[in-house]
């Protein structure tokens, strides 16, 4: 191996190409150069754009084997608002339990504390990242209600005023599309 003199080295390529006078004559290497900066970029890229995508067409309603939605023939479609679950067990928004159904039959009181205090929370969650962001979009208290249909009007009045007492005035009740469907095509829909 030659001594190489200290200065500007060209890459490997362009030291053997026809430009210097050291043409391959035919004879090509056995070893490609693979750029793996670039190839990392394009997957991020793609990894991005595919969490985009799955995050946006998200469900606005989580199904669950504990709650059986009553049927409507008047519907809308669902849009993305805080969730209330009654099942027939538990009232929870966002996954966190607020309160049993069977202690909330006993009480006497109209409110729900824990679901009025979560949802204060929400609604201040949801002014701070709007005011940071500039946004001219206010709060506009829309809320839905996935409730069991075998549950009592007595936790269905609580929970549409504990909502209504936390600021969510535009109550709408998640509903299957019964009625004009046909069986099999049966639907996640809001009445107003």
Do not use: W
């Not at 469900?59 to 669950?64: A, F, G, H, K």
């Not at 075998?150 to 005035?169: E, H, L, P, W």
Request: proline share 3%; glycine share 10%; with cysteine.
């Amino acid at each position: 191996m030659g001594i190489k003199v200290p200065g500007k080295r060209y890459g490997k390529r362009l030291e053997h190409s026809k430009v210097f006078g050291h043409g391959g004559h035919g004879k090509k290497s056995g070893f490609a150069d693979l750029l793996i900066t670039p190839l990392v970029d394009m997957f991020v890229i793609i990894v991005l754009f595919l969490i985009a995508n799955f995050s946006a067409t998200g469900e606005v309603l989580m199904m669950t084997k504990d709650i059986v939605l009553p049927e409507a023939v008047n519907v809308k479609e669902v849009e993305m608002h805080p969730v209330v679950m009654v099942s027939n067990d538990q009232v929870s928004v966002s996954g966190t339990i607020v309160g049993r159904v069977e202690d909330l039959t006993k009480d006497e009181y109209l409110n729900i504390p824990a679901l009025e205090e979560k949802l204060r929370d929400m609604k201040k969650q949801f002014e701070d990242l709007h005011s940071m962001a500039g946004g001219t979009d206010g709060f506009k208290g829309d809320v839905n209600i996935q409730a069991n249909k075998d549950v009592q009007f007595k936790v269905i009045k609580r929970v549409m005023f504990s909502c209504a007492t936390a600021g969510y005035n535009n109550i709408n009740f998640a509903v299957i599309q019964g009625g004009g469907a046909a069986s099999g095509e049966k639907a996640a829909a809001a009445t107003p």
